[in-house]
């Protein structure tokens, strides 16, 4: 019996029709800038999405980090939510490389960072402050996706305060395909943008950094400061390019069968449903039931990330079908029955 795998959508596998295409990729060497397939993926998200240029890089946090690095000089701030992945989830990079300085406010439920207080964190032009420079927001947040009106309220306070915004859009077609807007009116408020190919579109590795000539000019140089550079990486990059012309409408699926799961697990017992957005369900389970939570995950064989605290995510993803999500709601439903 196959693993159910509900932890992340990072945990995807390459179809046999992505692994083909990376196959016959054309290659060159990336580093050098000859890579053929790499230059089409570069090419073709920056034109997708209303951007100059842009650079396929190893992940999600590396493209991050040199885009924080491309905006923002030592001594800089940069102002973000406390929860948000490159706050928190990112090992520090942009203090710990780029001596950025981070100054988190506390998100609201959906996801947002109150205007007000974002105008508030702003450092006045003063030797005794950090040098405000970025606003960083995340869409998908905790699958939660921002307002299309709450985007053109961030970037007219950007406007008005001098400040760039970047945008870390690791599950952008998520929240594209959750508003049934085109990505590209997501992405028409920002400077930057980090787009994940390999968490709901299945892609096996990388991140495309979007911006300006001169943004991604400096952010090459960044890549190869910290490790990134790649040689024959449009074997990678063929795999991002058939992700995009295959997988993001079938997103719309991994939004269905979460709310199927939420709906599956309100009222039970043992488990309470915090929140569902696009195709992340939030769970709390008692501490004390968590050990008889994980034993009744592994007889199933579905994962969860089951960690030391109530709160548990489950991730619906393209290699989670009816079968698997039924399966799981089956082990889920006779844990909470138990409670």
């Known amino acids: ?9 990072t945990v995807t596998q390459p179809t046999a029709a992505m692994r083909e295409a990376m196959m016959a990729a054309a290659v060159g060497d990336d580093v050098y800038g000859e890579d053929p397939t790499v230059n089409a993926l570069q090419e073709r998200l920056a034109s997708d999405l209303g951007f100059e240029a842009g650079l396929f890089v190893p992940s999600g946090t590396q493209s991050n980090l040199i885009g ?12 973000v939510g406390m929860d948000a992945h490159t706050y928190k989830f990112e090992g520090g990079g942009a203090a710990v490389l780029g001596s950025i300085q981070p100054q988190p406010i506390v998100q609201q439920a959906d996801g947002t960072l109150p205007i007000d207080a974002v105008e508030r964190a702003i450092k006045p032009i003063d ?15 905790h699958g939660c996706v921002l307002p299309m009106d709450y985007l053109a309220q961030a970037r007219a306070l950007c406007d008005r305060r001098g400040l760039a915004l970047h945008l870390d859009g690791a599950r952008l077609y998520n929240a594209a395909v959750a508003l049934g807007v085109a990505p590209r009116e997501i992405t028409q408020h920002f400077d930057s943008v980090s787009v994940c190919l390999s968490k ?18 400096d952010a090459r140089r960044w890549r190869k400061v910290t490790g990134g550079g790649m040689r024959q990486a449009g074997i990678l990059a ?12 079938r997103l719309a699926d991994d939004h269905a069968r979460a709310t199927r799961l ?17 195709n992340m369900v939030f769970i709390d389970v008692p501490v004390a039931r968590l050990p008889a939570l994980r034993e009744q995950m592994e007889a199933a064989r579905v994962r969860l990330s089951i960690g030391y ?20 709601i089956a082990a889920l439903r006779a844990f909470g029955s138990e409670g």
């Open 200 to 217: 709901g579109l299945g892609a096996p590795v990388g991140s495309v950094l979007l911006g300006t000539r001169a943004l991604i000019d």
């Open 238 to 249: 063929a795999a991002a390019l058939y992700a995009l012309d295959n997988n993001v409408a």
């Open 262 to 278: 939420d709906e599956a697990l309100r009222g039970l017992p043992g488990i309470d449903v915090v929140t569902q957005q696009t």
């Open 1 to 9: 019996m196959d693993w159910i795998d509900l932890r992340s959508d």
């Open 309 to 328: 605290t109530p709160a548990i995510r489950l991730v619906t993803h393209m290699d989670v079908d009816d079968a698997g999500l039924d399966r799981a």
């Open 68 to 79: 924080l690095m491309a905006h923002c000089q030592r001594g800089d701030e940069y102002i």
């Open 127 to 141: 030797p005794h402050f950090a040098r405000s420079r970025l606003l960083c927001l995340e869409n998908t947040w």
